[in-house]
């Protein structure tokens, strides 16, 4: 089955600044791969997602990069801010999207004020 | 927009209980998948459902049960409650059948359950 490494597992960053959060994933037939936002004891909010066939996705401040030949696939948060901070999954799955997703481990993202 | 509903969303049981779970997915949504999220933990994917038949399956206990309704909500039945059964259970909930549309999957609130 497929699995999903997500690093770092914590990450502080100046207010302003940028962050940076990446996941590898070892099954090839992945071809979705999603960002969640989770604030404390709420439900994952989907931020982003990507697909196989594209290599970047932008939407204002937040970014995805996947490269498919490595297996890896990050989120780029530009001029964080507070309300930024939260855990965030990564996650994986096939048939873009429509099936079960396997989720990496987490990165709880604290922004500095 | 209506969104996916879960109740109740706080359940407390006792060691060798039962509990069910409730999940109303977003109108026209006949696709429904259910995963725990222990403390700390990522979520983990426990059951799905499509058209009231079950579509895969994860890392579901024996203890557990789950179905889908004519009217497309599902439940989960947890049996002989263990401590370690504590964490959110989310449901969330697409438009499109498995592994053939274009189709996030849209989480509920959750129900978060205590086990003493």
């Known amino acids: 089955g497929e699995n999903v490494e997500q690093h770092p597992s914590t990450l502080s960053v100046q207010e302003g600044d940028s962050a940076v959060i990446k996941c590898t994933y070892s099954d090839s037939a992945s071809n979705y791969f999603p960002w969640y936002k989770q604030e404390l004891g709420k439900r994952p909010q989907l931020i982003i997602d990507i697909r196989s066939n594209v290599g970047e996705k932008k939407d204002q401040r937040i970014a995805v990069t996947l490269n498919k030949t490595a297996k890896h696939f990050s989120l780029h948060i530009t001029e964080t801010q507070p309300e930024d901070s939260a855990v965030y999954f990564c996650?994986?799955?096939?048939?873009?999207?429509?099936?079960?997703?396997?989720f990496g481990t987490g990165t709880r993202l604290t922004i500095i004020p | 927009a209506a969104g996916v509903i879960q109740s109740p969303r706080h359940l407390i049981k006792e060691k060798r209980e039962t509990a069910t779970l409730k999940c109303y997915p977003i109108p026209r949504h006949d696709t429904v998948y259910w995963y725990q999220q222990g403390p700390g933990q990522d979520p983990q994917f426990l059951i799905s459902?499509?058209?009231?038949?079950?579509?895969d399956k994860g890392s579901i206990p024996d203890r557990f049960s789950a179905q889908q309704f004519s009217d497309y909500h599902s439940e989960l039945n947890m049996s002989s409650l263990e401590l370690g059964d504590s964490a959110l259970y989310f449901c969330?909930?697409?438009?499109?059948?498995?592994?053939?549309?274009?189709?996030?999957?849209?989480f509920g609130n959750g129900t978060r359950l205590t086990v003493t």
């Open positions: 459902f499509y058209e009231k038949m079950q579509s």
């Open positions: 969330a909930s697409s438009l499109y059948p498995p592994g053939t549309g274009n189709s996030p999957l849209h």
């Open positions: 996650a994986a799955s096939t048939n873009f999207g429509n099936e079960k997703l396997t």
